[in-house]
């Protein structure tokens, strides 16, 4: 990869501007934004390869399958040509990595720990409770 990075620590790309700072639009070759035509058709591939990506995301949703990665990745293909999905994706990454750093915090840690631990506890008297009330029978029948 032809990635470095400057003195605030930022990944910059080899044209010596900051990853982050990168122009907003399409990210076609040269030659294709040259002509009117065939990027436009560039741009409707791309709408309708991330539509294909997005929409198997969604159906994923609630069926076995990585949804919301694959939706990301169609929101990526998008962003290789669409200004409203670039900013999109930026905003998505910012509260990920916010969400992330808020995971890490020790205080939070804690406390995510124990309102888990009561959860647990809560779950387990619970199940005791009906366990002893109504007794531990088994859907299937194993003497026969």
């Known amino acids: 990869m032809n990635t470095g990075s400057d003195e605030r620590g930022e990944a910059v790309v080899p044209g010596g501007e900051p990853k982050s700072a990168r122009a907003l639009g399409s990210r076609a070759p040269e030659f294709i934004r040259a002509r009117r035509a065939l990027h436009l058709s560039w741009q409707v591939g791309a709408f309708v390869a991330g539509l294909a ?32 999905a670039q900013l999109v994706l930026r905003w998505t990454k910012r509260k990920v990595t916010e969400a992330a750093q808020r995971a890490l915090d020790p205080r939070v840690r804690r406390r995510n720990i124990a309102l888990t631990s009561v959860g647990v506890a809560i779950a387990a008297v619970l199940a005791g409770a009906y366990v002893w009330k109504f007794g531990l029978v088994m859907p299937w029948k194993i003497a026969e």
Do not use: H, K, N
């Open 53 to 84: 990506v997005v929409g198997a995301g969604v159906i994923m949703l609630p069926l076995p399958g990585p949804g919301w990665l694959v939706i990301f990745a169609g929101m990526a293909l998008w962003a290789t040509e669409f200004v409203w």
